[in-house]
């Protein structure tokens, strides 16, 4: 049994995760926890144990000092909670970590664990994939569930993903089986450019988020740091005119698959954010008042047998690829679109290029491994198979 003393009892809370490593491409979505836990002055009130889900030859400890005093950092996963008042109070419980090394199972559970003794009435997971999407345009966010009663009712796309997975999909399939609702939301991040940070992305992120649980969201200095982002990109690919070529190739081919798609269902989105934000609607940070820094559970599974940065460029991929995902067009100024299921699996590059980004990293774990190629968007339709378990995890 959990027991969270100290924690008080929460309003129609939310949880929020995200993981570095394989599902966190340009580190967009670990970002937009972080940025949330920062912004609400988050509360840190649980740690899961490093020893029992992580490598350190993977994930390396790091070493600081403290007033002259040496002390140990281990790489894990924290939870931490924000209260947000205003007209309508609703409180986040923020997850943010590593992609756990091994016993992704017991992992799931015990955060399960924590979200039941909470109350959690929705978990969100945050992810990023790379694609072949331009820098220049909004960027797509797709947001997808396992649930087809939630995919209706919050206008979701039904996952159809079969191959590989991360925890991000785990962790997914993991709330479905124990009836807690479930979404995750998926930024595609520029392929040729996923050297983090990509303040875009996790802006895009946040303000996804931002429509699905109905809450304000204060963003800082972000939109800046997007569109400096933004500009630094143009200077660089501006240098290499093949680069330049391929950019535009891109545009092209994403204009004229969203063409047919300016609907008017997300202008009327955007200018709802608009109105929210311009009456003051929904609670934000630094208001009065706003926000505050103040057994085991059963397995889900059965065993079977069985600082403003430009990011760098560098050689220009392959043409040709598939354009990200059917992505929809959302024509916003806070660069996010509305749900599409992207076709490549998170923390990839779709197509045959390589990229023009340093490396396919998108992790910012020390050592963390390069998934291999994947063709279709995340979804927890595959557990982890390390331990020689049947793949499907039935």
């Known amino acids: 049994m959990i027991e969270l003393e100290g ?22 979505a670990s970002a937009a926890v972080a940025h949330l836990d920062r912004e609400w002055k988050g509360e840190v009130f649980a740690a899961l144990d490093a020893e029992d889900y992580y490598d350190f030859q993977v994930n390396r400890p790091t070493v600081w000092l403290d007033g002259g005093v040496r002390k140990i950092t281990w790489p894990t996963t924290r939870l931490s909670v924000v ?28 955060l399960l664990g924590f979200a039941h003794e909470l109350g959690v009435e929705l978990v969100v997971i945050l992810g990023a994939l790379l ?23 919050m206008d979701l796309e039904e996952t159809k993903y079969e191959g590989p997975t991360g925890i991000v999909g785990i962790l997914q399939e993991a709330c479905t089986h ?27 992120l946040l303000n ?99 600082g403003r940065t430009r990011p760098p460029l560098t050689q220009r991929p392959e043409s040709g690829g598939a354009q990200e995902g059917g992505a929809e067009a959302r024509d916003r100024e806070s660069g996010t679109e509305p749900d599409t299921e992207p076709e490549t699996e998170p923390g990839t590059e779709s197509g045959t290029g390589s990229g023009i980004g340093s490396g396919a990293g998108t ?32």
């Open 178 to 204: 124990a009836g807690v609702p479930a979404v995750s939301l998926w930024a595609a991040v520029p392929h040729y450019v996923s050297q983090p940070p990509n303040p875009k992305a996790t802006l895009a």
């Open 83 to 110: 209260r947000i008042g205003g007209e309508k109070p609703r409180d986040l419980v923020l997850v943010r970590g590593i992609e756990p090394s091994m016993r992704w199972r017991s992992f799931c559970n015990e």
């Open 131 to 153: 694609g072949d999407t331009p820098h220049t345009r909004p960027v797509p966010v797709s947001g997808v569930t396992s649930d087809a009663d939630l995919a209706r009712t």
């Open 363 to 394: 992790g910012s774990s020390e050592g963390s491994d390069t998934p291999p190629p994947r063709n279709a968007p995340e979804s927890p339709d595959t557990p982890d198979t390390s331990d020689t378990e049947d793949p499907t995890g039935e």
């Open 208 to 306: 996804r988020l931002e429509d699905l649980i109905d809450l304000r969201i204060p963003l800082g200095e972000l939109p800046e740091d997007a569109r400096a982002w933004q500009l630094g990109v143009d200077q660089l690919a501006a240098e290499d005119s093949e680069v330049a070529e391929y950019v535009q190739t891109l545009e092209e081919a994403r204009d004229t698959a969203e063409l047919p798609e300016a609907s008017g269902e997300a202008i009327a989105r955007e200018f709802e954010r608009y109105l929210r934000r311009r009456d003051g609607g929904g609670p934000a940070a630094g208001a009065p008042g706003h926000a505050t820094e103040s057994g085991e559970p059963a397995s889900y599974l059965r065993d079977t047998p069985g």
């Open 7 to 28: 924690v008080p009892e929460l309003i129609d809370p939310v949880m929020v995760a995200a993981f570095e490593g394989w599902n966190d491409a340009g580190d967009a």
